[in-house]
């Protein structure tokens, strides 16, 4: 399946700003049943400067400057991506995902081999899923236990978040720590992606979050809005022996097309979509739009 | 328990198993009886002298240190004890060896952690030691240097064992501090113990300062001869600030902060008063996570935003590498030995102490069922405070850390708990044994290392205490390695070559020190002017005053309210109050929190606060006699403000001791900062200050007329605090009148405090500033200050003193006039400031963006 994204970040500013550096995440990495056919990034204004690098992660990391004063940052990024995912879907409900216990996984993430020493830093905590409290644990071992399937657990912990948190835009924010969201059970997806790494890490598995896009289908007989998509995040668990595998808590359900990948990391803070320092005086607004056209 | 048999100074005994005086069979070691004699023949009254001598010394050149969180730990007094720690050459030879090699270990996996990972890739180091430690910055994965090794600075803190060798207790590779306190103390030593230091031959410290001068030149991404290198600076409040501003003196490289710095095309600038000039190396003194708020700490305002990729793009060298601050993990400990056989296929010279790693399961259990005599550090957290001895903890304690290990156990390593050796330290008047701790130094020296040879001892500050830290009061050493024959002397210092290094002129003057400058002088002026006002009228009111009625005489108001005005602490006397008392029915109440209260923004107390500020932050520019008139000035306001109730002739004698000083400070200002390195920006500040605020005094003194009798007071209290009676006396030798009174104050174009002739000279030195331009077209706040000057020339005193007419109270032309100055003066203040220190921008972060679904 291919899709045309285009994702508009507009920052203005009731002062004008000086100079300002960002860094941006938009690019689409490669993933696993996922290609990125053509991408463009237009500012404005024109950066007098920008580069392009891949980070720890292996996403792409865009780093502009803005040497002119200027009253408002316009970043748009048009993606052409393949998505061919969805084949993956009947492997993960096969037995060579599905068998795997989390005790046989536990002793697993012994061992020295490459994938799994790279796997094991997912389970260590970072900047915005740390101070874990019993909370977390209690909620996430109700679905992992010793001899019961990874995948199962990790299945049922996203329809447990799925039916058990609220989604309420606006309630939190990226400072939200995770044990708040926890005990108010109210969040958005990034919220609820957390949560489940949080889950996971405290009984000792590795997991990763997922940022991307998703596209929104409208409902029956009516015409797609434009802007109507979003960006998104979700988060992937890894079953050593089989590999990461992809669970989307906010929609319940395993990922397939519509889901598009743009970068991973531990958390939030490692792919934030957009950042930087300016200097001005005054404050800024933030307005951003996703579409996503299917092409045929 | 041996017992030193040379004098009566000695009843020195040890109570730890090992002292350093003695070998392990426990004779005097040679060198020690050889310090012990020339101490016998001081006494110990002429030890004690020495001992004094070196506080002094230490307090003369401002020697500090401050310590965080805490009011009074501001500026403490830096302490050195006068018996040096002695080790002999054979032995550090070995020791030196031992460090070289670690500092290449060190070097090697900061570049391996940061490059292939092989450490881990291969299992030599659990993944969770490097990726569980806060200090691993992943932005710096992939980051390469010019420079053969990427460990530039490498400290380690060594204590000896009961082995008899000298362990490694801490390895330092974030911002290792240390070097500049050592230099002082070497320098404070040889001074004070001339002729132990020249008999006993000491290896000397100035081919390492030499090392790290050019290992900072060579470090330089592009080979230049004289590349651009900065000290970069938390600030003033940092705890080891005085050796930032020493090493920058001592070197001659500018000393920055964050904001002096800025990212542009890639490169890395230091905004000097001539605009921005390109930096080539940053020796920093900031920590990892807070040198690039781009990329690392978003809420830091003490690096640079872009930093890491102008490093990444090796247009810049920072040294260490921001990211090194991973290396301080006792979790490598445990690990090392193997690492050294993977890259070196070497045993480790030097033992560290036994450590456990508890993220392995037969480690972690042996920790926790040993936990009671273990010592468990955090990986990352090697500050004091997350440092737990299991000894000390009780059974509630042993259980809630047993439960943080089991929870995360590869954040935890325990070690054993080991008491290291003690050597002599002078306390009151005999020798007494102190546990103490090394600091080494290593500097990279193309493919090798150098080790300084000596370093930053720290003692214990009494017998019990294990632990050795400059936050507990502790004391520190100097530290002898002794030759067997004469030693080389010191070289000049010429390799410094200040002419090519050194800050060249104005141009390169960082606008923050710039900055700075610029409000010293203009503290320092409204301090002495203030004081002089406040001075006066505290006089006036003492002669005729009651202390809590409302006076009931014009003159006396109208002083009061030119308090007021001049401290611009209204509403004062000056506006009615909105509630509570009004200040005028207790004019004593009101001047005492005019001069006293620090929280009234433009009282006396608050302007030398500010004055403070801005000269602990250039302190670098400072002679030790400026520190010391600083110091009393300090130290005389400290205690008055400590007094409830001062008695009206205290507070006179206050003010009259600050104004001295004060003056004294201002001329050592003047002869020992050169114009280049800044001083012409301290003078326009005062010479503006000062302007400033002799208009503030005419036009609440002068410009409303009032009786013969009230007005010619005024004018004589004028005269007064303007320090000028005698010469209106000289020069008109009359009856004091308005119209003399303006010529010699206002309009006087030789007379050094009058208006005009500061006007003049604060157009000549602004004209000497680097934007100023000497063509047909002056630059804004030029025009400002020679529209100022132009008006007072074309005024006329006789035309100023007259009212309307005859009944008119108010004199138009001088009131008029004064505004006018004011408002150019304050419009010169601020196109100076936006011109050269364009501080103003706020750092932002931008909003994140949140998902909305």
Redesign the interface.
């Known amino acids: 399946m291919h899709f045309n994204v285009t994702h508009t ?1 507009e ?1 203005t500013y009731d002062a004008p700003v ?6 941006a995440t938009l690019r689409p990495r490669k993933a696993m049943g996922q290609e990125l056919l053509d991408y463009h990034i237009i500012i404005s204004p024109e950066p ?2 920008i ?1 392009e ?1 891949i ?3 292996g996403n792409f990391i865009t ?1 502009f ?1 803005l ?1 002119t004063e200027h009253k408002s940052l316009k970043v748009t990024t048009k993606s052409h991506i393949k998505r061919d995912y969805a084949q993956f879907q009947d492997s993960f409900f096969s037995g060579a995902c599905k068998s795997i216990t989390m005790n046989e996984a536990l002793i697993a993430l012994q061992s ?1 081999e ?1 994938e799994i ?1 790279e796997a ?2 997912y389970i ?2 970072s900047i915005f899923v740390k101070k874990m409290d019993a909370g977390i644990s209690e909620y996430a071992q109700k679905s992992f236990q010793g001899n019961r399937s990874v995948f199962d657990a990790a299945f049922e912990l996203m329809q447990r978040i799925y039916t058990d948190f609220d ?1 309420v ?1 606006g309630f939190t ?2 400072s939200t720590p995770i044990h708040e969201v926890m005990e108010q059970k109210k969040g ?3 919220d609820f992606a957390q949560i489940a790494i949080a889950c996971i890490r405290s009984v000792g598995l590795p997991a990763k979050y997922i940022s991307g896009y ?1 596209e929104t289908l409208p409902p029956p007989g009516e015409e797609k809005l434009v802007g109507a998509d ?4 979700w988060f992937s668990i890894f079953i050593p022996g089989f590999g990461w595998v992809d669970f989307d808590p ?1 929609n319940n359900q395993i990922p397939k097309d519509q889901h598009i990948v743009v970068g991973w990391g531990r958390d939030y803070y ?1 792919v ?10 005054g404050q ?3 307005k ?1 739009a996703v579409d996503i056209v299917r092409i045929a | 328990m041996p017992t030193t048999k040379t004098s009566g100074l000695n009843r020195y005994t040890t109570f730890h198993g090992y002292d350093e005086m003695y070998t392990q069979q426990g004779n005097l070691k040679p060198y020690w009886q050889k310090l012990l004699d020339s101490f016998d023949r001081l006494g110990v009254d002429g030890l004690i002298g020495r001992q004094k001598d070196i506080d002094w010394l230490l307090s003369e050149n401002g020697v500090t240190y401050n310590v965080y969180n805490d009011p009074k730990g501001m500026n403490r007094p830096w302490n050195l004890n006068i018996v040096p720690f002695l080790l002999h050459k054979d032995e550090w030879e070995t020791v030196e060896k031992g460090l070289k090699q670690r500092a290449e270990l060190l070097d090697l996996i900061l570049k391996d952690i940061y490059g292939d990972r092989m450490l881990i890739k291969n299992g030599i180091v659990p993944p969770e030691i490097i990726y569980g430690h806060r200090g691993f910055l992943r932005q710096c994965s992939g980051i390469e240097y010019t420079m053969e090794k990427y460990l530039s600075v490498y400290a380690a803190d060594l204590a000896r064992g009961t082995d008899g060798r000298l362990w490694v207790v801490n390895d330092r590779t974030e911002a290792p501090s240390g070097m500049g306190y050592t230099l002082e103390n070497r320098s404070t030593t040889s001074r004070i113990l001339p002729e132990m230091y020249a008999k006993m031959n000491v290896t000397r410290l100035s081919g390492f300062f030499q090392d790290l001068n050019r290992m900072l030149v060579e470090a330089s991404p592009i080979k230049k001869e004289n590349p651009h290198i900065v000290i970069l600076t938390p600030g003033s409040h940092n705890e080891t600030y005085f050796e930032h501003a020493y090493l920058s003196s001592f070197l001659g490289y500018p000393l920055v902060q964050g904001n002096d710095l800025v990212v542009r095309d890639g490169f890395l600038w230091m905004k000097s008063l001539n605009g921005l000039k390109q930096i080539d190396v940053v020796l920093r003194r900031v920590d990892d996570a807070f040198s690039d708020p781009l990329e690392l700490r978003e809420d830091s305002h003490l690096g640079v935003a872009g930093l890491l990729d102008v490093v990444r793009r090796k247009n810049v060298s920072v040294i260490n590498p921001v990211g090194s601050g991973v290396m301080e993990n006792p979790g490598l400990l445990p690990f090392m030995p193997s690492i050294a056989q993977y890259f070196l296929g070497q045993d480790l010279i030097l033992p560290q102490i036994a450590s456990w790693w508890c993220g392995q399961e037969k480690e972690k259990k042996y920790v926790l069922e040993n936990l009671s005599r273990l010592v468990i550090k955090r990986i990352d957290r090697t500050n004091r405070e997350s440092i737990h001895f299991g000894e000390f903890l009780d059974s509630g304690e042993l259980d809630n850390l047993k439960q943080k290990i089991i929870q995360r156990p590869y954040r935890f390593v325990a070690q054993e708990r080991i008491s290291f050796s003690t050597a002599p330290n002078l306390v009151k008047d005999a020798l007494e044994p102190r546990n103490l701790v090394t600091r080494a130094f290593c500097i990279a020296s193309g493919s090798d290392y150098q080790v300084m040879p000596g370093g930053l001892v720290r003692v214990a500050p009494d017998r019990k205490t294990i632990r050795v830290s400059n936050h507990r009061g502790g004391t520190s050493k100097d530290f002898w390695i002794l030759e067997d024959g004469p030693v080389n002397e010191d070289k000049v210092r010429s390799w410094q070559k200040r002419s090519t290094n050194a800050v060249s002129g104005l141009d390169d003057l960082p606008s923050l020190t710039a900055e700075n400058l610029y409000w010293a002088g203009r503290y320092v002026g409204r301090t002495l002017i203030n004081a002089r006002f406040i001075r006066m009228v505290m006089r006036q009111l003492s002669m005729v005053q009651n202390r809590n009625e409302t006076p009931d005489s014009e003159k006396l108001r109208t002083l009061l309210r030119a308090v007021t005005h001049l401290t611009g602490t209204y509403p004062g006397f000056a506006k009615k109050a909105k509630k509570g008392p009004q200040a005028m029915e207790n004019p004593y109440q009101e001047m005492l929190s005019v001069i006293k209260d620090p929280k009234k923004v433009g009282s006396l107390a608050h302007t030398i606060g500010m004055f403070s500020n801005s000269y602990y932050s250039i302190r670098n520019l400072w002679s030790a006699d400026m520190w010391r008139v600083f110091e009393d000035i300090q130290q005389l306001w400290k205690s008055f403000q400590e007094e409830e109730q001062p008695s009206m002739t205290r507070i006179l004698r206050v003010l009259n001791k600050l104004i001295t000083r004060l003056i004294a400070f201002m001329g050592l200002i003047e002869e020992s900062i050169m114009i280049q390195q800044g001083l012409l920006l301290y003078f326009i500040g005062l010479q503006l200050e000062q302007s400033m605020l002799t208009i503030t005094k005419c036009r609440s003194l002068l410009t409303i007329k009032y009786d013969a009798h009230t007005e010619y007071d005024l004018l004589e209290y004028l005269l007064i605090s303007h320090e000028s009676l005698n010469i209106y006396r000289y020069s008109y030798r009359s009856y004091i009148q308005l119209e003399n009174v303006l010529n010699l104050v206002v309009l006087d174009l030789e007379y050094p405090r009058s208006l005009a002739y500061m006007l003049n000279r604060l157009q000549k030195d602004i004209a000497r500033l680097p934007q100023s331009k000497h063509d047909n077209h002056l630059n804004s706040y030029q025009k400002f200050v020679f529209e100022a000057f132009s008006k007072l020339r074309l005024a006329e005193a006789t035309s100023l003193a007259k009212t309307g007419t005859e009944e008119d109270f108010t004199r138009e032309a001088l009131e008029t006039l004064l505004g006018q100055l004011s408002e150019l003066l304050y419009q010169t203040s601020q196109s100076i400031t936006s011109s050269y220190f364009n501080h103003t921008d706020r750092q932002n972060q931008l909003f994140t963006q949140f998902f909305p679904i």
């Open positions: 970040t920052y000086s100079y300002g550096h960002n860094i007098s400067e580069t690098r980070d720890f992660f780093r400057s040497q020295m490459l020493l094991k830093q260590l905590e989604f835009p924010s990226i958005v997806c990034q998703i979003a960006s998104h995040a906010t490692d934030p979509p957009l950042k930087g320092v300016v200097y001005g005086s800024s607004k933030l951003v």
